[in-house]
Structures are given as structure tokens and as C-alpha cells.
């Protein structure tokens, strides 16, 4: 079963509009984290914000904040004012397992389009 | 601040050559995890390491090998290489996680784009 979900394969926003980036999750394990990376057409991988199970406010990073609603397994992503840097694949991933398990595992990604 | 240096950052093999692909973690990271993104797919988990002992192998092909030295750098060996091998491999660290998943981030290097003609 598909543990990390990814429903929108692109998504359109308008420059300084904001946007939600939707991602749900799969785990029985009572603690894991949840992350969000921005992946430009260059290739690198950039981490963008984390949230962990039992963190208790949904967390933020300047124009990034994660809507973290635990009971329905959903940890969208949101971009406030955005930019056309913005512009790229967004995976959502969860970590889970300890110690010789740990690994994160990636959802198939949001093309993100950002236009003037 | 030192980001994880993955080298080199293009390579051209032919098929059935050998490859390998270095990477260097974050200062005090102890922890290395290597992904494969092929064109248009999400990474897949290849393997990972801690403190030097491979912990944890996820969809890596028996022809592929890692290790990770004792000053943490950790290398990708591909062997028989084959023009499905072609992808950007990753590496990331991160510190091992001593209190469950929750806690530290894992940070990646900007990847190695292996192509195999």
C-alpha cells in the first residue's frame, strides 16, 4: 500500500497567491516524522520543513507552513506569497522506523507552476 | 554552513562498465542513506549506513555495492552497468535517530547524474 500519497501531479498559482500542496500518509508506527523538499529542474533536493508526530503546533518556515492534521493522516504543505522560484517538484516524505530501519519514504511529487 | 558534497555530479558510462560515486556528509552526521531517482519517478531507498555498518537495504540490485569509510564518507559502487541504471542517485545524512523518526532532518547533497549509453 501506497504509505505517502500525492493526489495533485501539477498544480498552477498565480505569483504572490498562495497554494496548497496536499499530502497524505500511511503508518501504524505511533512515531515518524513528515517532510516536504523542493526538487528545482536542476536536480538537488532542498529541504524545506518538518513535522514530527508528536509536535503539537503545525510547524512553519518563513513563507512555507505545514497544515498537520493528524486524525486524518494529512500533512499539506502551504505556500504563502509565492514566487516564481517557486516553481518545481514538491515531494512530501515520512520518516518512520528507528535505528536500522530509518529511512525516509517519498510520495510521487507536485509539479508546482507559478505564473505572472 | 557544510552541506553533504556528493562527487561527481555528472558521469557518462557505457554498458557494463563500473561506476562509482562518492559522498560526504555533513560534518558529524552519522548516518548515510543513498536514493535513486530515475526520470519523471520519486527516490527510491537504495541502502543505508551507521557508523561505518550498513543498517538498513531497501530495492538496491545485487550488482550495486556501498560502504561507508571511517571518516563517514561513503561510496556507490555499480558494476555490469545497465542504461537502466541511468538516474540521479543521492545521497543524504543525518544524525541517527536515537529518540524514534521524529527529531533529526535528513539533508541531501545536489546528487550525481549517471547516464549509461
Known amino acids: 500500500a501506497q504509505k505517502i500519497t500525492q493526489t495533485q501531479p501539477g498544480m498552477f498559482v498565480q505569483e504572490k497567491e498562495a497554494v496548497t500542496l496536499d499530502c497524505t500518509y500511511d503508518?501504524?508506527?505511533?512515531?515518524?516524522?513528515l517532510f516536504w523538499y523542493k526538487q528545482p529542474s536542476s536536480g538537488e533536493m532542498i529541504f524545506l520543513i518538518y513535522?514530527?508526530?508528536?509536535?503539537?503546533q503545525n510547524a512553519t518556515e518563513g513563507r512555507y507552513s505545514l497544515n498537520f492534521q493528524k486524525a486524518r493522516k494529512s500533512a499539506n504543505l502551504v505556500i504563502s506569497a509565492s514566487q516564481l522560484g517557486d516553481s518545481a517538484m514538491y515531494f512530501c516524505?515520512?520518516?518512520?522506523?528507528?535505528?536500522?530501519?530509518?529511512?525516509?519514504?517519498f510520495g510521487t511529487g507536485t509539479r508546482l507552476q507559478v505564473f505572472p | 554552513a557544510a552541506g553533504v558534497i556528493q562527487s561527481p555530479r555528472h558521469l557518462i558510462k557505457e554498458k557494463r562498465e563500473t561506476a562509482t560515486l562518492k559522498c560526504y556528509p555533513i560534518?558529524?552526521?552519522?548516518?548515510v542513506y543513498w536514493y535513486q531517482q530515475g526520470p519523471g519517478q520519486d527516490p527510491q531507498f537504495l541502502i543505508s549506513f551507521y557508523e561505518k555498518m550498513q543498517s538498513d537495504k531497501g530495492s538496491i540490485p545485487d550488482r550495486f555495492s556501498a560502504q561507508q569509510f571511517s571518516d563517514y564518507h561513503s561510496e556507490l559502487n555499480m558494476s555490469s552497468l545497465e542504461l537502466g541504471d541511468s538516474a540521479l542517485y543521492f545521497c543524504a545524512s543525518s544524525l541517527y535517530p536515537e529518540t524514534g523518526a521524529s527529531g533529526n532532518t535528513i539533508y541531501f547533497g545536489e546528487g550525481s547524474w549517471l547516464t549509461v549509453v
Open positions: 503508518t501504524s508506527d505511533p512515531s515518524y516524522g
Open positions: 560534518p558529524r552526521h552519522d548516518t
Open positions: 516524505a515520512m520518516r518512520e522506523g528507528t535505528g536500522n530501519t530509518d529511512k525516509l519514504i
Open positions: 513535522q514530527g508526530s508528536y509536535d503539537q
